[in-house]
């Protein structure tokens, strides 16, 4: 991986990511270099419409290592696909920039379990436009088996709510017959926090996806006996995608209750 001159981008052969100057626009470009039917390109522009956070200092220390993660958590996108060389697609919308770090620490011991939401719709009541996410991890047993999880709520015109509080629940279980997890068909996300100028907040999110994207073996490209021996002593990672079309938010800021609707994106990756 190439960090630019200007410190401004970074390349690691198949995938760049460049800032603007004013650090209000990311540019993310993959491009996977092989030839013919497998050759895809993805170009994105991630145009900011809010303020950076971190919650506390953003910085947790695990078995000798540091993990940070900033967000970036309302912003409108643009993003464009590209394969065989042909322009197939285009599309438009409102998402989250996560910048993690680590240093000192693979990725297997940071989280055994992570929770990743984004929901994106308007307010039932006023009709304003938010984006909400929720990212979560559970650090491995040396670790204390600590849960680290953090989230916000960012709408139209009113004050950022941001999550700390929080609680994932996996229900309705099945075994993957792919990699032997135990996969939910329901998520319930129960948030608790404040907003930015200190009232207390809470927010459920009763998913129930209507779309199953992927399961993905993250080293599925490796060498099958290496792959084999890595997952049976090392680590097994994979990771699962859903959309629900028709998510329900109920917001609770005060005393006020407000209804939200739109779509969401659910990740769960496990890395035992």
């Not at 938010?130 to 204390?144: C, G, N, R, S, W």
Request: aromatic share 10%.
């Amino acid at each position: 991986m190439n960090v630019g001159e200007d410190n401004l981008s970074i390349d690691s052969g198949i995938v760049r990511m460049t800032w603007c100057n004013e650090f209000k626009k990311i540019y993310i470009d993959y491009d996977n270099k092989f030839e013919g039917d497998s050759h895809i390109e993805i170009h994105l522009v991630f145009d900011f419409d809010s303020n950076g956070y971190k919650i506390g200092e953003g910085v947790n220390e695990l078995s000798g290592g540091k993990v940070k993660h900033s967000f970036i958590p309302y912003g409108e996108i643009v993003a464009t696909t590209k394969a065989h060389d042909l322009d197939l697609h285009e599309a438009r919308g409102h998402g989250t920039f996560i910048h993690a770090l680590s240093t000192g620490i693979l990725p297997y011991n940071v989280g055994v379990l992570w929770d990743f939401c984004v929901a994106a719709g308007k307010s039932e009541t006023t009709g304003e436009t938010f984006v909400f996410h929720i990212l979560q991890y559970l650090t491995p047993e040396k670790a204390d088996s600590k849960l680290i999880t953090q989230g916000a709520l960012i709408r139209d015109g009113k004050r950022g709510i941001y999550f700390w509080d929080n609680k994932v629940e996996h229900k309705n279980i099945a075994k993957s017959e792919v990699s032997g997890y135990d996969i939910p068909k329901n998520i319930l996300l129960t948030m608790n926090g404040e907003t930015e100028d200190g009232e207390k907040a809470s927010l459920v999110l009763d998913a129930h996806p209507d779309e199953f994207l992927s399961e993905i073996d993250i080293l599925g490209n490796m060498n099958r006996v290496l792959r084999t021996v890595v997952q049976a002593i090392v680590t097994k990672p994979f990771l699962c995608n859903w959309i629900d079309n028709n998510c329900v938010l109920k917001l609770k800021v005060g005393d006020t209750e407000e209804t939200l609707k739109g779509v969401s994106f659910h990740e769960i990756t496990y890395m035992s």
